[in-house]
C-alpha cells in the first residue's frame, strides 16, 4: 500500500484498462504488484471487466512499465481487446508451425527438428517466461512460475518434444482464454456504451448539434424520432413514447407528454420532444448505474473472499508438494529421479490455480450484468449472495404493494343532494389544495367533466379538511372527526367503513350531504408476488406500515399476508426488522427509500422500488429496482439462488477435475501437454458455466401475470 503519511490532497482517483487480461490468477497477482508499487495507495483489478481502480500519486508511469511487464497494456479508457487476441493467435500459429516443422525435419535431420523445437518453446512460451521473470523478482510464485518451471526441467531431463508441446499448448491457452474473456467483455460492456455523444442544442429555438458532454443542467434540447436520448431531463412539449429497456429494464415502450421524465440512454419512439435537461452527462442515471455496476464488480463476496485467500497458499503449498515428490519419489517407490522429477513437473502444470480463482467472478458479474440489463441494480456480489438464504421479505405498504397514489372509489348522497353536485362541490373546495387526497378528487372530478366553481372564503385546517363559499352557501369538507368537532351530525356515516378507505365527507349548515371514499390501490402484480414467494418457500412474508389499521389491515388481507403491523414510526419499522433478524435469520426489506430508510438499512438486504431518477435511492439501497415492477422480486430470489449453486458447482468442478488428473501423476500416468490441456479445459469450462448467467431466464417467475 501506498504512504498514509501523505496529504490526502495529493492523491488522484482514476479508472483504467488493462487490455489482454487472459488469466484470473495472473489479474490478482498483477492487482498485489500494484498495490506494492510507492506512489499506489489503492488498487482494485476486476479479471472479468479488466477495469483497473486506482488512488494514486504522481504520474501512471511506474504502474504502465509494471503491467506493460505482465505482458498487458494500461489504457486509459475501456476499449475491445481485439488487437490482444490477434496478437496470440498470431504467436499460437507461429508455434504451431514451428511444431509443424519440427516434425518434418525429424525424419531427415534430427538437430534441425531441436532448433524448431527450441523455437516453439520461445514463440509459444515467451509470455509466460516474461511474467514468471516479473514473479521472481516480486519474490513471489504463481502459475507462471510453475510453468516455466515445467518447460525447463523437460528440456533438462531431454524430454524436448514434450516441451514444445507444452509451449505450444500455452500459446493456444492464452490465445483462446483472450479471446473468450475480451467477448465476455464485450457482452458486458454494452451495457456501459449506450449513451450518444451528441445533443441537439436548442439556441433561440434552433437546434444545434453539440457535444452531449458540453450541455448544462437547465438548457433546452430536442430529441427526434427514433433518437436515443442523451441527457436526464423533463418533457416541455411534444408527444410520443419511448423504449426504457435500458435503464428501467421494462421492454414495454412509456408515453412521454409534458411534466414526464426521459433517461439518457433510452430510445425515443415516433414524435419529437423538447425536453429541459436536468442532469448533466455524468449525472444521468443510466451514467450512475454504470458507475454502480462497475463499482459493485469491486465488491468481492465472502465465497470470493475465500478463494482469493486459498490462493495465495495454494500455490507455494503446491510447488512444496511437487518438490517433495521429486526428491523423495525414488527413495520410496519404484523409479528413478528423471521419472519422479517430469511426475512433479506434470503435477506443477495441472495444479495451477486458474480454474478455481475464476469459478466465482465470473459468475458474480454474469449475474450483475444480467439484473442491471432488466433494471435491477445490485450493488455487489455480497447482496446477491445474501438474497439466496433470505428467508423472510418485509413489505412497506404505500408505493410498494401499493400505488401510493389515492383514487376516489365511490361515494354517497344524503336527502336530495345529487351525486354529480357532490363531486362539483368537493372538487371545487379542493382545487387548491395539496395535499393527496385533494388530487385524488380533483382527477375523480376531471374524469366526469366536472366545471369547476370559484369559492370564497377559503380555508385550510391541516390534518382534518377545508372550508368554504360558494354561491353565499359555506361548506365543510374533510374527516368525519372534524365535521364531528364543528356540530355535524354523523349518525348516518359509518366512521370506519370496510376496505381501508378514507372518508372525507361534505357537510353545510350542520347537515351532512354526502362523502366520497378515497383508497390507495393494490398494485395488480402484488397478488401474484406474494403468491410466488410463497411457493419460493419464504418462511415470514409480512407488511409493516405506518397507516393506521384500519386502512391497512383490509388491504393486508386481500393479499393474503396475516403478519400486518400497523402505525409504526420509522425507528419502530428498524426495531421489527432487527427482531425478525433474530427470528428467522437473513431478511430482505422492501421500500420506497424514503421513510423506511432505517428499516432498509436494519435488514440483510435493502430493496428501493423505483429507484430510475432518485439519486438518493440508488446510493442508499443494497438493491435498487429502477421500475415500480415488484414482479423482478422473484425473479432476483431466482437469480441469487442460481448465482450461488454455479459457484458451488465452479468451486468443486475445479477441485474434483483438478485432484482426479493429478492423482494420474502418481501412477505415471499423466504427461506435461496433457497437464496443461486438462488445466486450460477446466478454466474454460468453468468461465463458460458461470457467464451462462448472463443470458438467464426465470419465466415463471419473471412473466408473472397480474392476479386481480
Known amino acids: 500500500m501506498g504512504n498514509s503519511r501523505i496529504p490526502a490532497e495529493s492523491w488522484q482517483e482514476s479508472f483504467c484498462q488493462i487490455d489482454g487480461l487472459d488469466c484470473a490468477d495472473c489479474a490478482r497477482q498483477l492487482e498485489e504488484g500494484i498495490r ?12 472479468v471487466t479488466g477495469k483497473l481502480h486506482l488512488r494514486f500519486r504522481g504520474s501512471l508511469d511506474p504502474i504502465r512499465r509494471l503491467v506493460e511487464a505482465h505482458g498487458y497494456k494500461l489504457l486509459n479508457n475501456s476499449v475491445s481487446g481485439a488487437d490482444t487476441v ?109 449513451l450518444p455523444e451528441s445533443a441537439h442544442l436548442l439556441v433561440d429555438g434552433v437546434p444545434e448539434t453539440v457535444l452531449a458532454a458540453t450541455v448544462k443542467t437547465g438548457a433546452e434540447i430536442l430529441i427526434r424520432p427514433g433518437e436515443t436520448v442523451p441527457l436526464d431531463g423533463m418533457v416541455l412539449s411534444g408527444l410520443s413514447y419511448a423504449y426504457e429497456a435500458a435503464v428501467t429494464g421494462e421492454s414495454l415502450p ?58 495465495r497458499f495454494y500455490t507455494p503449498a503446491v510447488i512444496f508438494f511437487a518438490v517433495s515428490i521429486a526428491l523423495f519419489g525414488p527413495l520410496v517407490a519404484q523409479g528413478g529421479w528423471e521419472l519422479w522429477f517430469y511426475r512433479s513437473l506434470a503435477l506443477l502444470i495441472v495444479a495451477c490455480p486458474c480454474a478455481l480463482v475464476v469459478s466465482t467472478p465470473v459468475t458474480i458479474v454474469a449475474a450483475l ?4 440489463r432488466k433494471g435491477i441494480l445490485i450493488k455487489g456480489g455480497l447482496y446477491l449472495e445474501e438474497m439466496e438464504s433470505v428467508n423472510a421479505v418485509l413489505f412497506d405498504k404505500t408505493g410498494t404493494l401499493t400505488q401510493g397514489k389515492p383514487v376516489v372509489i365511490r361515494q354517497i348522497t344524503y336527502g336530495d343532494f345529487l351525486p354529480d353536485r357532490l363531486v362539483q362541490v368537493a ?27 370559484d369559492v370564497e372564503a377559503f380555508t385550510a385546517f391541516p390534518g382534518k379538511g377545508v372550508a368554504g363559499t360558494i354561491a353565499n352557501k359555506r361548506y365543510l369538507l374533510g374527516s368525519t372527526d372534524f365535521l364531528a368537532v364543528e356540530g355535524v351530525a354523523m349518525d348516518e356515516l359509518d366512521s370506519t367503513p370496510a376496505g381501508g378507505e378514507t372518508v372525507l365527507a ?17 398494485r395488480q402484480e402484488s397478488f ?69 430508510a432505517p428499516a432498509l438499512a436494519s435488514a440483510n438486504v435493502g430493496i428501493v422500488m423505483g429507484a430510475a431518477g432518485s439519486p438518493t435511492a440508488l446510493e442508499s439501497a443494497d438493491i435498487a429496482l429502477l421500475s415500480d415492477d415488484l414482479r423482478k422480486i422473484p425473479f432476483l430470489i431466482d437469480l441469487s439462488r442460481k448465482t450461488v449453486k454455479v459457484v ?4 468443486a468442478i475445479a477441485l474434483l477435475m483438478k485432484g482426479l488428473v493429478i492423482m494420474l501423476a502418481f501412477p505415471g500416468w499423466l504427461s506435461l501437454w496433457f497437464a496443461i490441456l486438462a488445466d486450460m479445459g477446466v478454466s474454460l469450462l468453468v468461465t463458460m458455466n458461470g457467464m451462462r448467467l448472463l443470458v438467464y431466464q426465470s419465466p415463471e417467475r419473471e412473466k408473472l401475470e397480474p392476479v386481480k
Open 36 to 47: 506494492r508499487i510507492e506512489e499506489v495507495d489503492e488498487a482494485v483489478l476486476s479479471f
Open 86 to 194: 490477434k496478437v496470440r493467435v498470431r504467436h499460437a500459429l507461429l508455434s504451431a508451425l514451428t511444431l509443424l516443422l519440427a516434425a518434418a525435419a525429424g525424419q531427415i535431420h534430427p538437430q534441425a527438428a531441436k532448433f524448431f523445437l527450441f523455437m516453439t518453446v520461445l514463440i509459444g512460451g515467451h509470455l509466460t517466461f516474461q511474467r514468471s521473470f516479473v514473479a521472481l523478482k516480486q519474490h513471489r510464485l504463481d502459475m507462471n512460475v510453475l510453468m516455466t518451471t515445467a518447460v525447463t526441467g523437460a528440456l533438462i531431463i531431454d524430454e524436448w518434444w514434450e516441451a514444445a508441446i507444452v509451449a505450444f499448448l500455452f500459446a493456444a491457452s492464452h490465445a483462446l482464454e483472450t479471446y473468450t474473456a475480451e467477448k465476455n467483455r464485450n457482452s458486458i460492456r454494452v451495457l456501459m456504451n449506450t
Open 254 to 311: 412509456a408515453a412521454k407528454q409534458p411534466g414526464t421524465k426521459v433517461y439518457a440512454g433510452t430510445l425515443n419512439g415516433n414524435g419529437s420532444l423538447q425536453v429541459k435537461v436536468t442532469g448533466s452527462a455524468q449525472d444521468s442515471t443510466l451514467s450512475k448505474i454504470v458507475r454502480l455496476v462497475e463499482a459493485a464488480q469491486e465488491r468481492r463476496p465472502p465465497s470470493q473472499q475465500f478463494i482469493d485467500r486459498f490462493a
Open 369 to 372: 450484468t444480467n439484473a442491471a
Open 427 to 453: 372538487a371545487s373546495l379542493e382545487f387548491n389544495s395539496e395535499h393527496l387526497l385533494a388530487d385524488a378528487v380533483r382527477k375523480y372530478a376531471a374524469l366526469r367533466e366536472t366545471v369547476i366553481l
Open 506 to 522: 361534505l357537510a353545510s349548515e350542520g347537515k351532512l350531504l354526502g362523502a366520497l371514499f378515497v383508497s390507495d390501490t393494490i
Open 528 to 596: 401474484a408476488v406474494i403468491s410466488a414467494l410463497r411457493d419460493m418457500g419464504i418462511e415470514k412474508i409480512a407488511m409493516l406500515t405506518g397507516d393506521r389499521d384500519a386502512a391497512a389491515r383490509p388491504l393486508a388481507e386481500k393479499l393474503g399476508i396475516v403478519d400486518t403491523l400497523t402505525s409504526l414510526l420509522p425507528e419502530e419499522k428498524e426495531e421489527i426488522v432487527r427482531k425478525i433478524r433474530q427470528d428467522y435469520g437473513k431478511v430482505a426489506m422492501v421500500g420506497d427509500g424514503i421513510n423506511d
Open 648 to 651: 458451488r458447482q465452479n468451486i
